[in-house]
Structures are given as structure tokens and as C-alpha cells.
């Protein structure tokens, strides 16, 4: 199976990291960097004028395109079994917005998390868009598909995590945040937030201190802020 991915970042760096890419398309000459890569692959690159290109490609494509091979999941024995002492998981609760998804990929990738779990139903999977809006952080944080939510974070306790999860209905802030472990950190929809089940198998929740007229943020924000502020106090 293929999928199709665009933006000049996302397929640069799908090259760059190996990933098997088909055949690249290109709407004209200007993306020398892209065209340069593709040579010094073996790459196969078909130049359209803009009417084809359109017709070929997702919209906002910005004049390129390649055919790649499918984004794989890892299981959560496989992220487990890797590795690293204390590491750092998000998870995310019916997040269905490609666009948050491919914004938390970065954050999770600019603060060395080890991987985002996400439920294999009632949520956003690796998409064209999602790919398009990591600029290319696709390619280095693992993404562990699982069946239940629930059930995913009972194993992890039993592995020595501490499941955090993240609402405004708590006096803890994410600077109570204990980094001196291996940790899971729960985000939740863009609308709901977490689910009731989820929430009360966290360990403990925390917020966000905000002192605006607005007391919530988008969740691909508030996963930055946490994420940031664990990657600042384990200091890396």
C-alpha cells in the first residue's frame, strides 16, 4: 500500500530518513532541493503543469508531491521493549483533528517524547494531513496504535509509569509534574476533553496556570506546554 504526502519539508525528510518513495511529483523547477534529493536517490519525479498537479494531489500541496510507502505503527510491547530509561509517552483521547495531530508530532519531536499512543477507533490516524502539518516530525516519533485506552494504561502502570492526566478542574499545575520516572502524558479532544474513564485512572491530573479571560487552549498547544515544561525540568 502507498500513501500520498505533500510539502517540500515532509517529502524532504522522508528521503533523508529512508523511507521508500515511489515516485515524486513536481509542478515546476524551483524545488531544486527536492529535485536534488530525488537524483542522488534514484528517485522517479514526473514534472505537471498546475491543472494535473491539482487533480493528482490533495489541495495545499504546494507544488509537490510523492507517492510513499505506508506510515507503520509500532505496538505498545514494541515502544516499551525499547531502550531508554524513564521514557515519555503521550496519549491521546479522541483527538480527531488531523491538524492537532501533526502540530503535537512536532512538539513531541522538539522535546524528545518517546512516542504517542493513539486508539485505533475515534481517532485521527497518520494521514496525508497529518504528515503535511509535522513538516517531516512524522518520521522521527513513534506512533503506538492500541485497541483500548484504558486497558493500554493499566499495562503501562504495570511497567512503572505514572499516567498524568491534564484538565483545568485541579488545583495541581504542571509544575508538580514528578519527571523522575517513566511517564504518559493524556491529552484530550479538542471538545470533550478526557473521557471519564481515562480521567480516573490517572495517577493525577494537572493544569495549565493561565490567568486570561479564556480558561482553555487548543490541545495540540497544551500538549506544547506540558511537553516543553517536563523536557525543562529533566533537563535536556
Not at 62 to 89: M, S
Not at 170 to 194: A, P
Amino acid at each position: 500500500m502507498a500513501t500520498i504526502i505533500t510539502g517540500k519539508n515532509t517529502i524532504m525528510e522522508a528521503i533523508r530518513v529512508g523511507r521508500t518513495v515511489y515516485e515524486i511529483y513536481i509542478q515546476d523547477h524551483t524545488n531544486r532541493e527536492i529535485l536534488k534529493l530525488a537524483r542522488e536517490n534514484n528517485i522517479p519525479f514526473t514534472f505537471m503543469n498546475k491543472q494535473t498537479i491539482n487533480e493528482t494531489l490533495p489541495p495545499n500541496h504546494q507544488g509537490v508531491g510523492a507517492k510513499i510507502e505506508d506510515y507503520t505503527y509500532l505496538t505498545l510491547e514494541e515502544a516499551l521493549a525499547k531502550p531508554k530509561n524513564q521514557k515519555v509517552f503521550v496519549m491521546l483521547d479522541g483527538l480527531e483533528d488531523p491538524h492537532n495531530l501533526g502540530a503535537i508530532l512536532r512538539s513531541a519531536d522538539a522535546f524528545n517524547v518517546d512516542g504517542i499512543i493513539i486508539p485505533k477507533k475515534r481517532s485521527v490516524q497518520l494521514t496525508t494531513a497529518v504528515a503535511k502539518v509535522s513538516t517531516g516530525a512524522i518520521e522521527h516519533v513513534d506512533v503506538i496504535s492500541v485497541t483500548n485506552l484504558h486497558q493500554t494504561i493499566l499495562t503501562l502502570k504495570e511497567n512503572g509509569f505514572w499516567v498524568v492526566g491534564t484538565d483545568m478542574n485541579t488545583n495541581e499545575t504542571i509544575h508538580d509534574i514528578q519527571v523522575e520516572t517513566d511517564l504518559c502524558i493524556v491529552i484530550g479532544s479538542e471538545g470533550r476533553g478526557m473521557s471519564r474513564l481515562i480521567r480516573d485512572h490517572c495517577d493525577y491530573i494537572v493544569k495549565i496556570p493561565m490567568n486570561g479571560h479564556v480558561n482553555s487552549l487548543n490541545a495540540s498547544v497544551s500538549a506544547a506546554l506540558v511537553l516543553y515544561e517536563v523536557f525543562r525540568r529533566k533537563g535536556e
